[in-house]
């Protein structure tokens, strides 16, 4: 396996750090305790526990997107589902130097701590816009919610942040009171960007973005994501089986199979001169 | 005498799991106590949540007043009534100020409570975040770590599609700075009712099988914005056409003679009340006038005053009426008659 080396400054401390995360879902035996053990994919042979993620450990240096490529079922998802603390992981950890100087791991935080931090320092958006939006609730709603959770009580100066940013994403702002069941697919994943900045997070946490939507769309997300790292310099963790995407997005990038990182690298690296077998096969297969 | 209920209806065994509902409910202000909710000779939503802890507590000696949004008359408030009573055989009364114990639907009554009453109210949805998150294991949760983002994004969300708060009634409320909870649909002019009063307030759901309470003098805070703060149902400009309130609750109501709409009190005991002391103080009026001049000025003064002092000054003047409740009179007749009685409870065969 390789390591990044060059493009982030060795001196710079990594933003976000996780470290060995795991995640199985079953009794789990002592044949597949073994870390090195051999399962069918990601499932034990003996007793059957899924283990959705393996021992995955990643960097965020500020200001970095990080890629995540991988077939479906390959843990990407649940590894960010681990980061925001939707998911509870069995074992492994997170810590960022915002919190406590990096010396607190965020998985073991009380569930008050877990919200203040997913609501200040974590912008999350998913993979389907029904996770991240309250449908019913307007699209100016949807995007206060986080401020309100923050402890936010005033109402115009969360409608004035929600219509900038609405504005940021490009959504006409007459549709800014409409629940976001009545919008097409690309504008729901755009309020849910617009949500995920409200609170002006250091690090975005973004999975398949991009999926489903149409190549004009999803060159306008793009393109405002690149905008968001440019202008706000944010961290990203971006998910996606889009090699394209993550091509144009991403520095380095890992790559994830049966719920193991089987490839690390610079982005440009792993897509030119993929290592292992499966990133070969990726690589490819799409381009 | 046969009897054949147990005392209050219920037998021991479920006024004690009731009662300890209910003081579990008293020691976490706000918060939700689940009960076994029993199967009643009413329907589920007509009041069994408040019927069942009126039956918990209630003791012989009590004196009983139910009403149901604000009139003691209506059909829910009088078949209520008829079943406690026959189970019971409390003495009940129309006079806020001479209950021991209240039962009410959607209304506290506009005379302030004193520590030695309770007021039950009736609750048909316990749960302020329920149209928030749906699932009762997740509003636990919420509660649980005080996360209410869901209650004021709600009012937010009203805010920005309307341009203020549109609860008409059961406008949440935060109890003793922790918990977030529903009033019950109490008018918006109704919850400041609740905050520091020295009654006890009990809150009943029978089919969503929740207890919950306020008890006196805590605080009890309406959610709000800071630049959109709480703001009552304003009745400006408007009287009760009978007794010439202001500022209280009102039933908007049509003269069908001439098609215009009037106010009325939405309290009838109250309006009752005021309707009396107005008629004690014409009448006085009316007295003095016969009686010329003889009287010096100050007295006339001095006497005059019962007209325009507030209500729960007069009460120990006022009849305390009893009444059975198949016999359901016009309280205003009632007081008309203005014998004072003892009230003692009868015992029913």
């Not at chain 1, 697919?185 to 489903?212: C, F, H, W, Y």
């Not at chain 2, 409910?25 to 939503?45: K, L, N, T």
């Not at chain 2, 198949?326 to 007749?333: D, F, G, L, S, V």
């Amino acid at each position: 396996m390789r390591r990044a080396t060059s493009t982030s400054a060795t001196l710079e401390a990594p933003l976000l750090k996780v470290r060995e995360l795991t995640c199985s879902f079953g009794p789990g035996c002592s044949y597949c305790a073994d870390r090195d053990a051999i399962l069918e994919r990601n499932m034990c042979p003996r007793c059957g526990t899924i283990h959705a993620l393996r021992q995955v450990s990643l960097d965020v240096y500020p200001g970095e997107i990080i890629g995540i490529v991988g077939e479906s079922g390959s843990g990407k998802s649940t590894l960010m589902r681990c980061i925001c603390f939707d998911q509870q992981p069995s074992s492994g950890s997170v810590t960022t130097g915002l919190v406590e100087n990096g010396t607190v791991d965020l998985l073991a935080c009380s569930p008050q701590q877990k919200r203040a931090i997913r609501n200040t320092i974590f912008g999350m958006v998913y993979q389907n816009p029904w996770l991240g939006l309250r449908m019913d609730f307007s699209a100016l709603s949807n995007i206060a919610e986080q401020m309100i959770a923050s402890g936010n009580r005033k109402v115009e100066e969360m409608r004035t942040r929600g219509l900038s940013l609405l504005e940021q994403v490009n959504i006409p702002l007459r549709r800014a009171s409409d629940p976001p069941r009545e919008f097409s697919g690309g504008m729901q994943q755009r309020v849910q960007i617009a949500k995920a900045l409200s609170n002006n997070p250091p690090i975005l946490l973004l999975d398949e973005v991009t999926t489903g939507l149409d190549l004009s769309v999803q060159a306008k997300v793009l393109d405002l994501i690149l905008r968001l790292r440019r202008d706000l310099d944010v961290s990203m963790v971006v998910v996606s089986h889009d090699l394209a995407v993550i091509r144009m997005l991403a520095q380095r990038t890992s790559v994830m199979l049966d719920g193991k990182v089987i490839e690390q690298g610079l982005t440009d690296q792993i897509l030119e001169d993929p290592q292992e077998r499966y990133t070969q096969q990726l690589v490819h297969s799409l381009l | 005498m046969r009897q054949l209920y147990n005392f209050a209806f219920f037998d021991e065994g479920s006024k004690r799991e009731i009662r300890r509902a209910i003081l579990k409910g008293i020691a976490i202000p706000g918060y939700q106590v689940p009960f076994a909710s029993r199967e009643m000779p009413i329907g589920r939503g007509w009041g069994t949540g408040g019927l069942q802890i009126t039956l918990a507590i209630i003791g012989r000696d009590e004196v009983l007043k139910v009403i149901d949004q604000g009139h003691d008359g209506s059909v829910n408030a009088v078949n209520i009534k008829k079943l406690i009573c026959a189970t019971t055989g409390v003495a009940l009364t129309e006079d806020t100020a001479a209950a021991s114990l209240i039962q009410s639907r959607h209304r506290i009554p506009e005379e302030p409570l004193s520590e030695q009453q309770v007021l039950v109210l009736q609750v048909p949805t316990p749960e302020p975040l329920r149209d928030i998150e749906a699932r009762e294991q997740v509003t636990q949760r919420l509660h649980a770590e005080a996360d209410y983002t869901g209650a004021w994004l709600g009012l937010f969300e009203q805010v920005v599609r309307y341009g203020s708060a549109t609860t008409g009634a059961d406008h949440p409320v935060l109890v003793n700075g922790r918990y977030v909870m529903a009033p019950s649909p109490i008018p918006r002019l109704d919850n400041h009712k609740l905050d520091h009063v020295a009654n006890l307030t009990l809150l009943g759901a029978g089919r969503e099988k929740k207890i919950y309470a306020v008890p006196p003098y805590t605080s009890v805070k309406s959610l709000d914005f800071e630049d959109y703060p709480f703001v009552t149902e304003t009745f400006e400009g408007r009287e009760c056409r009978v007794c010439g309130a202001k500022g209280v609750y009102f039933d908007e109501l049509v003269d069908e003679a001439s098609g215009k709409t009037y106010h009325q009190c939405n309290d009838t005991n109250y309006c009752h009340k005021r309707q009396l002391e107005r008629r004690q103080f014409e009448e006085q009026q009316s007295e003095r006038r016969q009686l010329g001049t003889q009287q010096p000025a100050a007295q006339q003064l001095g006497d005059s005053d019962t007209g325009a002092e507030p209500l729960e000054a007069q009460h120990p003047e006022m009849p305390l009426e009893r009444q059975q409740p198949a016999a359901q009179q016009p309280a205003a007749q009632q007081h008309e008659k203005r014998q004072p009685r003892l009230i003692a409870p009868e015992v029913t065969a």
